[in-house]
């Protein structure tokens, strides 16, 4: 069974700061995508990671992932108040693909 | 591109009551779409694979009695959740994907369900 861990559950942060969420996996697998979900809303797909090593960025925000350690980082750079939100990884299973193992997520609150 | 539209986005029913969901896929073909529910501040809790021109694949611990599922057409999966009672109270969002595995999922906007 696949298992897919976030840390911290829960990020509060002061703008202009950095930090880095964790992803970490229980199974190979070499798809991981990074949601992102606002408060009473759907998700929303930031970055697909399809290959060791792959790296993504958007805006303050760069994704990275390692096949072999089976983790994926977000990391947030000079954070701003409009990255509020709840973060998601997900993975798909090898065996499996298209169907999504989700996170507990990462709720991040950016103060002022 | 990629859009998936879900419908009603939030439905107030009485017990014993059954609610439909629609989820369509608006500008491509969606030969498979998931099914989620998450609770309050949880994570999303897969259902139920939902296979176009076939029968729904269920996860464990999920009624098919209960939660039916219906894909009769490529862009168009249904979820009726069938004599609902107040702890089937949930979120519930569809979703499906362009290229199956490398490509995220494109979600639904979700339907907040309550049931009095």
């Known amino acids: 069974e696949l298992k897919v861990e976030q840390n911290p559950l829960f990020l509060s942060m002061q703008e202009g700061k950095n930090y880095t969420i964790y992803c970490n996996y229980s199974?190979?697998?070499?798809?991981l995508y990074w949601y992102r979900q606002d408060p009473g809303k759907s998700l929303e797909s930031l970055f697909v990671?399809?290959?060791?090593?792959a790296v993504k960025q958007e805006g303050r925000l760069m994704a990275s992932l390692d096949t072999k350690a089976r983790l994926s980082t977000l990391h947030i750079t000079a954070a701003v108040h409009d990255l509020s939100a709840t973060y998601f990884c997900a993975v798909d299973m090898n065996t499996n693909a298209g169907k999504s193992t989700f996170g507990d997520g990462t709720t991040l609150t950016v103060k002022p | 591109g990629a859009v998936v539209s879900q419908h009603p986005s939030w439905v107030i029913c009485k017990s014993g009551t059954s609610v439909k969901i629609e989820c369509r896929s608006l500008d491509f073909q969606a030969t498979t779409m998931f099914w989620y529910r998450q609770f309050p501040k949880q994570s999303l809790m897969l259902m139920a694979t939902?296979?176009?021109?076939?029968?729904?694949?269920?996860e464990q611990g999920v009624e098919k009695d209960k939660f039916l599922i219906n894909h009769a057409s490529l862009t168009l999966s249904t979820l009726t959740v069938t004599s609902a009672h107040p702890e089937d109270s949930s979120f519930y969002i569809c979703?499906?994907?362009?290229?199956?595995?490398?490509?995220?999922?494109?979600f639904g906007n979700g339907t907040r369900l309550t049931v009095t």
């Open positions: 990671l399809l290959s060791n090593g």
């Open positions: 199974t190979t697998s070499d798809r």
């Open positions: 939902s296979n176009e021109g076939s029968k729904a694949t269920y």
């Open positions: 979703s499906a994907s362009l290229l199956r595995g490398f490509s995220p999922l494109h």
